[in-house]
């Protein structure tokens, strides 16, 4: 994978399903994605490990990625079951 890293979702909460889900390896099968969503506060939040700023000019494939969430986000569909804290996000940037 370039341009990403997997977040461990355990870390956020413990009832995260990602709209990007990775698989280290199928013995220890950690928790992990590339992309959640959970309510933080009032708030609804999207959380990418995936670097969707760099060079995106040049790498189209993050150019759609952007826009889908985006028009996700906009939508109806995008309704959160799954809280966290905003100390639980923030300690993802450490």
């Given at each position: ?19 990007v ?30 670097d ?26 995008f ?16």
């Open positions: 994978m370039t341009h990403s890293n997997a977040i461990k979702l355990d870390e956020v909460s413990n009832n995260l399903d990602p709209i889900r990775v698989i280290d390896d199928w013995v220890t099968a950690q928790p992990l994605g590339l992309i959640f969503e959970c309510n933080v506060g009032k708030g609804k939040l999207i959380v990418s490990g995936i969707l700023l760099t060079d995106a000019e040049h790498r189209p494939e993050v150019r759609q990625l952007t826009s889908s969430l985006k028009k996700y986000m906009a939508g109806n569909d309704t959160l079951s799954v809280s966290s804290s905003a100390e639980k996000i923030k300690s993802l940037f450490n």
